[in-house]
Every structure is written in structure tokens, then in C-alpha cells.
T-cell receptor, first 114, second 117 residues
Framework: KAGVTQTPRYLIKTRGQQVTLSCSPISGHRSVSWYQQTPGQGLQFLFEYFSETQRNKGNFPGRFSGRQFSNSRSEMNVSTLELGDSALYLC?????????????FGEGSWLTVV | AQTVTQSQPEMSVQEAETVTLSCTYDTSESDYYLFWYKQPPSRQMILVIRQEAYKQQNATENRFSVNFQKAAKSFSLKISDSQLGDAAMYFCAYRSAFGGGSEKLVFGKGTKLTVNP
């Protein structure tokens, strides 16, 4: 079956703009998480959604937001982009309910802010 | 808050030899999961192996095995018979078994593994 799909894969934005990234989880998965990966800070948890509800949130400013739709697809939005938002944004999905269930990652969306 | 530390930013190994990557973590919880993820140049995170804290037996997946020392809060990854395809960034990650079902992962900074032919 198809893996976690993230779109777009690459994008360049200007400071002050906003961006929306999309994530389609593996079919049947209802839990979706987002991570930011930068050379300096490494992998940092952004937020997690389950059944259209935000279940957990990382320590990021309010410019970072997300949502999940009824089909489990998720989007994240970053408003008023800053140069420091340049990063690889990874989406992950999992099958809720199983103890220690595997979390699968997408290939990520590369965001460059200029 | 939980933290994960990988003290080796880079490691190298000769093809067919064995290498061990280190990971320590800090938590006050008694039940949790630990993972090793591999991130090749494609950047997709791939699960290598996982360990449940309440299981004393070390996990093994083919050429990959872990040394889980719960008291010492240590979780090292051993790669046997290293292959060129093992070259990648390796991340150690922690996940709480509590937290209302949250599947948040806390990652270490990673270890870049180079495999020399």
C-alpha cells in the first residue's frame, strides 16, 4: 500500500509569506504527526493530530499551525515566514491502538525561505 | 521532559565489520519505547529496530541488535556485517507509553555512519 505522502516536496518562499504543507497518511492510519528538521536543532516535534483533534503540541510559536481532516489527511501552515523556518518538514502516521505501533514517515517537504 | 543524547556525531566502519552506535536517554517514566531510525540521503526516516522498556530481552532484527540497559538508561545499536547500504544518519528516539496515546517521538541529534569499502 502507499506510504506517507507529502506535498509539495520542494518549495521556496519569501520572508513574510505563508506556506501550507500537506500530508496524506497511510490508508487506515488516523494519527498524524509533524516534525521540523534543521541542521542546528535536529528533529523537533511540532504537533500531533488524531481524529481531527490536536493531541499534542511542541514548543513552536503560534505562526505554526495545523489541522486534520475527516479523511485523516493533515496540513500544516506557517505564517509570516522567517529565514529560520527553512527546514525539512517531516510528516509521520501510525495506526492508533496497538501498543508500540510503528510510526511511518514521509519523505518530507523541503522549505527554503529567502 | 525526556531527553535523548547521541554522543557520537560521526562514526565510520569498514564493510563487513561491526559498529556500535551509542544512545543515552533521561526519563523518570518506567514504561516507554525506544527506537533507532535510519535516514539515508533520501531523508525518509526508516525504522531499524525498537525496544519496549518492560521487555528485558534485547531486540534483534537481522544484522541489527540493541544493548538495552534500563538502569543505566542506555540504548546502543550494533550493526554486524556492515554493508555499503547502511551508510546513513542514525537517530535514537524515545516515546512515552503514557500521555493519553500520544505518539510524540523525542529524537537525539543523530550519528552519521560512513561505511568504507
Amino acid at each position: 500500500k502507499a506510504g506517507v505522502t507529502q506535498t509539495p516536496r520542494y518549495l521556496i518562499k519569501t520572508r513574510g509569506q505563508q506556506v501550507t504543507l500537506s500530508c496524506s497518511p497511510i490508508s487506515g492510519h488516523r494519527s498524524v504527526s509533524w516534525y521540523q528538521q534543521t541542521p542546528g536543532q535536529g528533529l523537533q516535534f511540532l504537533f500531533e493530530y488524531f481524529s481531527e483533534t490536536q493531541r499534542n503540541k511542541g514548543n513552536f510559536p503560534g505562526r505554526f499551525s495545523g489541522r486534520q481532516f475527516s479523511n485523516s489527511r493533515s496540513e500544516m501552515n506557517v505564517s509570516t515566514l522567517e529565514l529560520g523556518d527553512s527546514a525539512l518538514y517531516l510528516c509521520a502516521s501510525s495506526l492508533e491502538g496497538a501498543r508500540g505501533n510503528t510510526i511511518y514517515f514521509g519523505e518530507g517537504s523541503w522549505l527554503t525561505v529567502v | 521532559a525526556q531527553t535523548v543524547t547521541q554522543s557520537q556525531p560521526e562514526m565510520s566502519v569498514q564493510e563487513a565489520e561491526t559498529v556500535t552506535l551509542s544512545c543515552t536517554y533521561d526519563t523518570s517514566e518506567s514504561d516507554y519505547y525506544l527506537f533507532w531510525y535510519k535516514q539515508p540521503p533520501s531523508r525518509q526516516m526508516i525504522l531499524v529496530i525498537r525496544q519496549e522498556a518492560y521487555k528485558q530481552q534485547n531486540a534483534t532484527e537481522n544484522r541489527f541488535s540493541v544493548n538495552f540497559q534500563k538502569a543505566a538508561k542506555s540504548f546502543s545499536l550494533k550493526i554486524s556485517d556492515s554493508q555499503l547500504g547502511d551508510a546513513a544518519m542514525y537517530f535514537c528516539a524515545y516515546r512515552s507509553a503514557f500521555g493519553g496515546g500520544s505518539e510524540k517521538l523525542v529524537f537525539g541529534k543523530g550519528t552519521k555512519l560512513t561505511v568504507n569499502p
